[in-house]
C-alpha cells in the first residue's frame, strides 16, 4: 500500500516567498484565527480536545487536555510559550516549517492564546538558528502592523503580544522547566517539579508550553473542524504530522503524512535508500529513541505503534542508515552530542555520558577490553531513571538500543577499530564536498 | 513566644518501620526521625531541595496511593504521603544498587586526593563512599582537570576538581546570605562554581561555604594544609565577636586554635557563623605575649613577679582616696561578676562602668532599668524575628552590627517578614532586606505586632520611647560582654561616676580591658590581648577567651558556654581580682612579706583539656 501525503502544514512551503504575510492571507491565513475569536475561549478549547490532537515535540500528551490545567482562577497572567528549540539530532520540522510559514505558527499561537485567556505569549527559538528567529520576527513584525497583534485584535477586544527569544544553544532547553528558566534569564537547567509549569511557569504563573507543530497545526483544526483532523490519522494519534528523513535516503526531507504511516511508506516517498544500498537500522524519533531495524519498517510511526515496539514515537526523526554505517561510530557520535549537552545539573547525565564517550572511542578505535561492552551496559544501567530529567534517559536509550541490535560488531572494537570494519568514507554522503 | 498549631501528621512505613510526621516533611528527613541515614550531598535541611547529586535514591513501591514508582526516586524531594511505603538501601537492593552506581559516577571525575586534602577525615564524600559505595571503581579512564587552586576570595580556595557539583555554596549564598556571587557556570562535566570578574564574592558569611562543601572543593586559605581532622581536638564555645551568640566549634592541636566552625544551634546561629567568628581567632597560650605582670619603675615598666605585682597593686588602691572599676565590654559573665563583686566589696566604690564610651547621659539608668536582669523568656528572641510581621532597625545595622541577626531577618523575609529602618540612606544591607526606609520612630508605627531592635548608638531618650510603645523590643549591643555585664551591675550605681568621669578624674583604677584608655591615676591593668603596657602603674596578664570557661549572656539574654581550649600560664581575670581582694582584706602590717600567701601563677607547661 502507498501513502498519500496529506499536504496541510507544508502545503504553501513551495510558493515564492511563502513567509510573507500577504501570501499567507491569500491562501486563506487568519480565517481560523477570525472564526476562533467569533467563538469562546472554551468553545476554542474544546474543539481541539476533541480534535483528539496530541503534542508534537516528543511526549504526545493531548494538546487541548494540557489547555484545561491552566487554573483560570489564578490571578496571575496566563502565559502560552511555543518551544522551538528543535535541537534532537534527526530533526527538522519546526525550522522549515518557520522559516517556510511563520505565519501558520503565529495564527496558531493567536487562536491558542485566546483559548486559554493569555495575553502575552513567547516564542523560544532555538540559539543556533539567527536566521529563524530573524524571519519569525519579521512575521511578528507584519501581524502587528496588520491589527492581528497588540490591543483589540481584529476589532474583538482580545489583546495579545508575541514576543520572540532567541536562546544561546543548548539543547536542554528543549526540556520545557529548563527553557522557562532560560526564558527567565537563568542558565537553561530542568526544574523541581512540582509545581508543574501550568500551575507555576513561567514567572511563576501558570504557563502552556507546546511544541511549534502543535501550535501551527491547531489553525487547520478550526479551520476544517475537529472531525475532519479525526478522520486522519490512527485509533489514538490523529491527525497529520511532519516526517523528516534523513540520512541515506535518496530524497531526504520533510515528508507530511497522517500519524501510523509506515516506515516503508515513508521511505517510498522519499525514492528509497541510497541506490545501491540497504537498510541498516534508523531512529523513529530522533537520536534519543531506540532504534529500530529493517524487521521494523512496516509498523505503524504513530504514538502507541512505537511504544509497541519498545521505543517512542519523539519527535518524528527518521535518521537512516544503511550497511555502510558502523553502528559504534553512529553511537559514539550521539553519545558525544549527549555528553556536551548534558546540562550538569545532576550526576548520572553529566558523569555518565562522560565515561560513555570515553567507552566508545575505545570501542571505535578497536581497544575495547573484554568486559567492555558489559560494562557500557553497566554504565547505561546506572543512568538509566535514575536522572534529573529526561536527556540521560535519551543518551542511554541510543546505546542500549545499538547494543541490543548489534552486539557483535560492538564487540569487534576488542579487536578491530570501526573505521577498517566500515571504512567511513563509504558511508559519507557527502565525501568529496556538496555537489 | 507564640503558639503554633500543631502540624498535621503523616505516617508512612520506611524500611518496614511506621513514623508519623509532620505534613511536607521530605522522606530523607523522616527517615532521620528514625536514624536511618540516607547518604546525601546537595541536600542540606536548611537549604532549598534541589534533588541533583542524586545519592539518595530510595525505592517507593507504594506512593500512598496503590502505585509504585517504576524507578527509584531522590528521597530529599519527596514529600511524605499517607501510607507511603519506602525502603533505603537498607532493605531495597535495587536502592542500593542506585546508590553504589550515583557514588562510582561521582567518583570518575573526583580526584580522590584524600591524603592530600584538608576534608579528608572528615568529608562527606569519602566517608559516603565508604558505606554506600562499592569497593572498587570500574572507571579507568581519563579525569577531568583543572588548574588548581582558584583564590575566590583572599579566604577562600577552590579546587575545582573535587566539586561533585551539589551547588550547597552557590545555594548558601543566594538563599542563605543573599549574597549571590558564586554560581555555577559552563555545562556538562566541565560545569564549575564561578564568579563574575569585578564581582567578588563579597560576603561576611563566604566562610560557611567551606564547612558546608561535602567535598574539599572549598577551603579556608588560613587551615589549608594547616591539620588533619583526626589530629585535631574539637570544643563547643560561644563566639566573642559580638552580642550575636553563636555557637561555635573550636579546633585545637595541643592547645593551639587551628579553624573555628560554625556550631549547631537551632535557636540561634543554626548552623551558620559569619566570617569575623570564624576566621578572627582569638589568641590563645601559645601565642606571643607578655605572661608575666610589669610593674611600673621609674618610669619605665619591669618584669615582677605575681607576688610582688599584686602587692604593688593593693598598695596603690589602698593608698587612694578615690577608686573606681572599668571592666570593659568583653568579660565573660563570671568575670562581670567578679569585676563588680570587687567594686561593691572590695572597694566599696559604687564608680563602675563596662562601657567604653557613654553614649549619653541616661543610657546607664535606662539599661539598669530596662535591659537588666531580663530573663531569656520575657526577651525578643531570633526565632520571634524570623517569625514577626515587622521589624523595625533602630541605629542597628544587622549584618555589621550582629551578623547572625541580618541572617535570620533574611529568612524571615521568605515568610513575610517586612523590614522597616529608620535610617537616613540606604545600605547594601537594607536593600537585601527590602527594608522601608522611614526617617523618624514615629514613621515606623509601632504597634504590638513590631519588634523594634535598637542598636547601642541608639540615644536613651529613643529607647524609652520604644519601650513605652506598643511594640516588643530588644536592645542589641555591639560588645560580647555587655549583657552580662549589665546583669552583673557593672554601671554606674548612686553617686558612681561613668566611665568618661572615671578617666578624667584623679582617682585608681583598675582596668579590664586593653580598649579602654589610661586613666589620670593609679591604674592597674588587667590585659588578655598583651597590648601595650604604658599607663599602667601595674599590668596583669589575665586568661584570653580560649584559656578560660564561663558563658557569654547574648542580646536575647541567652546564656552560651564558653570552652576551654587550654589553660594558659595566666589566670583568669576572677582569680586575679580575688587574689586582689584577699590581699586589700587583709590588715596591712610593715612587717609582712609583700604578697605573701600569693601562688606564682605557673601551670606546667602544655597543660591542656583533653577531648
Known amino acids: ?435 | 513566644m507564640s503558639e503554633t498549631a500543631p502540624a498535621e501528621l503523616v505516617t508512612l512505613t520506611i524500611d518496614g518501620i511506621e513514623v508519623s510526621v509532620p505534613k511536607g516533611t521530605t522522606v530523607i528527613r523522616a527517615a532521620e526521625s528514625i536514624g536511618i541515614a540516607i547518604p546525601r550531598f546537595c541536600d542540606h535541611p536548611l537549604l532549598a531541595p534541589r534533588g541533583s547529586c542524586r545519592m539518595c535514591l530510595v525505592e517507593i513501591p507504594d506512593a500512598g496511593n496503590g502505585r509504585g514508582f517504576p524507578a527509584p526516586q531522590t528521597s530529599c524531594t519527596m514529600a511524605v504521603a499517607p501510607g507511603m511505603v519506602v525502603q533505603t538501601q537498607l532493605t531495597s537492593p535495587k536502592a542500593k544498587a542506585a546508590q553504589e552506581g550515583i557514588m562510582e559516577l561521582l567518583l570518575i571525575n573526583h580526584p580522590l586526593d584524600c591524603p592530600i586534602c584538608d576534608k579528608g577525615g572528615e568529608c562527606p564524600l569519602q566517608n559516603q563512599a565508604m558505606s554506600a559505595g562499592r569497593a572498587e571503581s570500574r572507571f579507568d579512564g581519563v579525569k577531568r582537570r583543572y588548574e588548581k587552586p582558584v583564590k575566590i576570595t583572599d579566604r577562600l580556595l577552590l579546587d575545582r576538581e573535587r566539586c561533585v557539583l551539589c551547588a550547597r555554596c552557590t545555594r548558601f549564598a543566594e538563599e542563605i546570605a543573599g549574597d549571590p556571587f558564586i554560581s555555577l557556570a559552563e555545562r556538562g562535566a566541565y560545569q564549575q562554581v564561578g564568579s563574575y570578574p569585578g564581582e567578588p564574592f563579597d560576603s561576611v558569611f563566604s566562610g560557611n561555604v567551606v564547612q558546608i562543601c561535602p567535598v574539599g572543593a572549598f577551603t579556608a586559605a588560613d587551615y589549608r594544609f594547616n591539620a588533619r581532622p583526626f589530629d585535631l581536638v574539637s570544643v563547643d564555645t560561644t563566639c566573642e565577636q559580638c552580642a550575636a551568640g553563636c555557637s561555635l566549634r573550636a579546633d585545637h592541636r595541643h592547645g593551639s586554635l587551628r579553624r573555628r566552625l560554625a556550631g549547631v544551634n537551632p535557636e540561634v546561629n543554626e548552623e551558620w557563623n559569619c566570617d569575623r567568628g570564624r576566621f578572627h581567632l582569638p589568641l590563645g597560650a601559645t601565642d606571643d605575649r607578655p605572661l608575666t605582670p610589669l610593674l611600673k619603675d621609674g618610669g619605665a615598666m619591669r618584669e615582677a613577679s605575681w607576688p610582688e605585682a599584686l602587692a604593688a597593686a593593693a598598695a596603690g588602691l589602698r593608698k587612694a582616696l578615690k577608686t573606681g572599676v572599668l571592666p570593659g565590654p568583653r568579660q565573660t559573665a563570671e568575670n562581670a561578676a567578679a569585676f563588680a563583686a570587687f567594686a561593691r566589696d572590695t572597694l566599696g566604690t559604687p564608680s563602675i562602668d563596662y562601657r567604653v564610651r557613654v553614649k549619653d547621659e541616661n543610657q546607664a539608668a535606662f539599661l539598669l532599668e530596662q535591659v537588666k536582669g531580663k530573663a531569656l523568656a520575657e526577651s525578643v528572641q531570633y526565632r520571634d524575628l524570623e517569625n514577626a510581621a515587622k521589624v523595625v532597625l533602630v541605629d542597628f545595622d544587622p549584618e555589621a552590627d550582629a551578623p547572625i541577626v541580618f541572617l535570620r531577618l533574611f529568612k524571615g523575609l521568605r515568610k513575610g517578614l517586612k523590614v522597616v529602618a529608620v535610617a537616613a540612606e540606604p545600605s547594601r544591607t537594607l536593600a537585601k532586606l527590602k527594608a522601608e526606609l522611614v526617617e523618624t520612630l514615629e514613621d515606623a508605627a509601632l504597634d504590638e505586632n513590631t519588634i523594634v531592635l535598637a542598636g547601642e548608638r541608639c540615644a536613651s531618650e529613643t529607647l524609652r520611647q520604644i519601650a513605652t510603645s506598643p511594640a516588643r523590643w530588644a536592645w542589641i549591643p555591639n560588645d560580647v560582654g555587655a549583657i552580662g555585664a549589665i546583669d552583673a551591675g557593672c554601671l554606674p550605681g548612686e553617686g558612681g561616676l561613668d566611665v568618661e568621669r572615671m578617666l578624667n578624674a584623679s582617682m585608681a583604677l583598675v582596668v579590664g580591658d586593653d580598649a579602654v584608655e589610661a586613666g589620670m591615676g593609679f591604674t592597674v591593668r588587667l590585659s588578655d590581648l598583651g597590648d601595650d603596657a604604658a599607663g599602667a602603674d601595674v599590668w596583669l596578664p589575665v586568661a584570653t577567651v580560649t584559656e578560660q570557661s564561663g558563658t557569654f549572656l547574648n542580646w536575647e539574654h541567652r546564656r552560651g558556654s564558653v570552652g576551654l581550649i587550654a589553660k594558659g600560664r595566666v589566670p583568669a581575670a576572677a582569680e586575679v581580682l580575688a587574689h586582689l581582694a584577699g590581699l586589700l582584706a587583709a590588715p596591712e602590717t610593715a612587717g609582712s612579706e609583700a604578697g605573701e600567701g600569693i601562688p606564682d601563677f605557673e601551670p606546667a607547661e602544655g597543660e591542656e583539656v583533653s577531648a
Open chain 1, 1 to 435: 500500500m502507498s501513502v498519500v501525503p496529506t499536504p496541510v502544514l507544508t502545503a504553501n512551503w513551495g510558493q515564492e516567498r511563502s513567509w510573507k504575510l500577504k501570501k499567507y492571507l491569500a491562501g486563506g491565513g487568519f480565517k481560523a484565527a477570525k472564526k476562533a475569536l467569533g467563538l469562546s475561549p472554551e468553545e476554542v478549547m474544546g474543539i481541539v480536545k476533541d480534535s483528539g490532537l496530541r503534542g508534537r515535540g516528543g511526549a504526545g500528551f493531548p494538546t487541548g487536555v494540557k489547555w484545561s490545567f491552566v487554573p483560570q482562577d489564578n490571578p496571575n497572567p496566563k502565559y502560552l510559550v511555543v518551544n522551538a528549540d528543535e535541537s534532537e539530532p534527526g530533526t527538522c520540522k519546526d525550522m522549515p516549517l518557520l522559516l517556510a510559514s511563520p505565519h501558520t505558527l503565529l495564527e496558531g499561537i493567536v487562536i491558542s492564546s485566546y483559548a486559554i485567556h493569555c495575553h502575552t505569549a513567547f516564542v523560544y527559538v532555538r540559539g543556533e538558528v539567527a536566521h529563524v528567529a530573524r524571519r519569525l520576527q519579521g512575521a511578528v513584525a507584519e501581524l502587528y502592523e496588520a491589527g492581528w497583534l497588540g490591543k483589540d485584535i481584529q476589532g474583538s477586544g482580545f489583546d495579545l503580544d508575541i514576543i520572540v527569544h532567541s536562546g544561546a544553544g543548548a539543547y536542554i532547553c528543549g526540556e520545557e522547566t529548563a527553557l522557562l528558566d532560560s526564558l527567565e534569564g537563568r542558565r537553561g537547567q530542568p526544574r523541581l517539579r512540582p509545581p508543574f509549569p501550568a500551575v507555576a511557569g513561567l514567572y511563576a504563573s501558570p504557563t502552556v508550553i507546546n511544541n511549534v507543530e502543535s501550535i501551527a497545526t491547531v489553525p487547520s483544526i478550526l479551520r476544517n473542524g475537529a472531525e475532519w483532523f479525526q478522520s486522519m490519522g490512527t485509533e489514538k494519534s490523529k491527525g497529520f504530522t511532519i516526517y523528516s528523513l534523513s540520512g541515506h535516503v535518496a530524497n531526504p526531507g520533510q515528508y507530511e503524512a497522517p500519524l501510523g504511516t509506515t516506515f516503508a511508506e515513508l521511505l517510498e516517498l522519499a525514492g528509497g535508500i541510497r541506490a545501491g544500498h540497504e537498510l541498516k537500522f534508523f531512529t523513529p524519533g530522533g537520536s534519543s529513541t531506540p532504534i529500530l531495524t529493517p524487521a521494523d519498517v512496516d509498523l505503524p510511526l504513530d504514538y502507541e505503534g512505537m511504544v509497541g515496539a519498545g521505543t517512542m514515537l519523539g519527535t518524528k526523526a527518521l535518521q537512516v542508515f544503511d550497511e555502510t554505517t558502523s553502528i559504534v561510530r553512529t553511537t559514539l557520535r550521539w553519545s558525544e552530542f549527549y555528553k556536551h549537552e548534558s546540562c550538569g545539573k545532576c550526576t548520572p547525565c553529566r558523569e555518565g555520558t562522560w565515561w560513555l564517550v570515553q567507552l566508545l572511542k575505545k570501542l571505535e578505535a578497536g581497544q575495547g577490553q573484554e568486559g567492555d561492552v558489559d560494562k557500557l551496559l553497566a554504565v547505561c544501567d546506572d543512568i538509566n531513571g535514575l536522572s534529573f530529567c529526561a536527556l540521560a534517559g535519551g543518551a542511554v536509550a541510543c546505546v542500549t538500543s545499538a547494543v541490543k541490535h548489534f552486539r557483535p560488531e560492538f564487540e569487534l572494537g576488542y579487536t578491530t577499530p570501526a573505521w577498517e570494519a566500515y571504512p567511513y568514507e563509504r558511508s559519507a554522503l557527502f565525501a568529496g564536498g556538496a555537489k
